[in-house]
Each structure stands twice: as C-alpha cells, then as structure tokens.
C-alpha cells in the first residue's frame, strides 16, 4: 500500500471522526462531566474496540455476523441494554459533582482507579455496537490495492492507522472540554446538567443501535 494510498485513507478517516456521532460526542460529554483523564480513559477504550472490529473484519468474523440475523440482533440487543443500563446509572448520579468532596490525595487515587472501569466501559461501548460491524466492512475494503497480496495484513494496517488517528482526534476534544469542564463543575447546577446529558447520550446512542440494519 503506498504513500498516497495511506494518506488518502487518512483523510477520509479523520473526516469521518470528526462527523457527530455518538463515539466523540460520549467522549466530550465525558469529558465535559468528569475532566479530561476520564474523557481520555473512555477515547482508549472506544478505540480498542475499533480494533478489536477490524481484526474481526479482516479474519471474516464480522461478515458471519453480518449475514446472520440471529447474531446480528443479539450484538444489537446486548449493546443497546449496556448503554441503557450507562444512562440508567448516570441519570441515577446525575447530582452527584466528581470533582467536589474530595482531597488532592483521594482524588489523583479515585482518578487512578477510574481508568480500568472507564476504558471497560468504552471498549464494550464499540464491540456491542453493530454499527462498527457494518462500517468496517463497508469503509475498509474500499482502500485495499486490487493487486494487494495479503488483504488481511493491509486491512489490519488500514485499522491501526484509523485507531491511530481516532485517537489523537478524540484526545484533542478531551483535552479541549476537559479544561472548560473545571470552569462548569465548580457550580453544581451545571455538575447537574453535564451529568444528565451524559446519560441522555447514553440513551440517544441506545436508541441509534436498536435501529440499526
């Protein structure tokens, strides 16, 4: 795969990143509700799950997956109950403020700890989404070389270079509504108000998974 190959799929995939859709907008709505660190945590485990989508593609697993109903619906039925249950706890919390009540000491521990279950949370977020099985099979193939001689070992490249990308993207957003969130977060109302469209992104994703074909 050449240079200008690779630079072409680059620049279709940052595009295609930085479009609205419910990966970077959980991650700026986490980010915006608790910091940077978390929105980071989530961004790593969001892009894990690409990964773990384009092995799939590249070995013909999501192919299988896509063909079958039966299998199909069950990825579209656990991922929509996961990010319920996200919305449900969130909007459950949704008083709660992460950045009061705690010491410098306890909270570099808490933010420490977070990490496992954050990046948990946005790896099972992009494997349960049916979407990504159906993206991956369409986008990628689009780029292999007609005279590519291992399509599996290029399609794992084109996979690393858009979690590569999706990556430095959604670190940016982090950062960016990580340091407007310590502004909001001081003042519990908008603590409130973050916490609660974090869950009801949480719903909208739920929703867009069930409807998916």
Not at 38 to 54: D, E, N, Q
Not at 97 to 108: E, K, V
Request: aromatic share 10%.
């Amino acid at each position: 795969m050449g240079i200008s190959a690779q630079l072409s799929f680059l620049s279709a995939s940052v595009l295609l990143t930085l479009a609205p859709g419910p990966d970077i907008l959980f991650v700026l709505a986490k980010s915006l509700a608790e910091g940077a660190r978390a929105g980071f945590s989530v961004a790593c485990g969001l892009i894990t799950g690409t990964f773990v989508h384009t092995a799939l593609a590249a070995f013909g697993v999501s192919l299988l997956i896509r063909q079958s109903p039966a299998l199909f619906g069950a990825v579209k039925w656990l991922g929509a109950a996961y990010l319920i249950f996200l919305g449900v706890r969130a909007w459950r919390h949704r008083g709660e403020n992460p950045a009061a009540g705690t010491s410098a000491g306890m909270g570099a521990a808490k933010r420490a700890g977070a990490f496992p279950r954050l990046w948990a949370t946005g790896l099972l977020m992009a494997t349960l989404n049916p979407k990504l099985i159906v993206f991956f099979l369409a986008f990628l193939p689009q780029f292999l070389p007609r005279d590519v001689a291992d399509p599996r070992t290029c399609l794992l490249l084109l996979g690393a270079i858009f979690s590569a990308q999706a990556l430095a993207v959604f670190s940016c957003v982090a950062v960016f509504a990580g340091r407007l969130s310590r502004a909001l977060r001081e003042r519990p109302a908008s603590a409130r108000v973050l916490n609660a469209a974090t869950a009801l992104t949480l719903f909208a994703v739920a929703a867009g998974v069930l409807f998916a074909s």
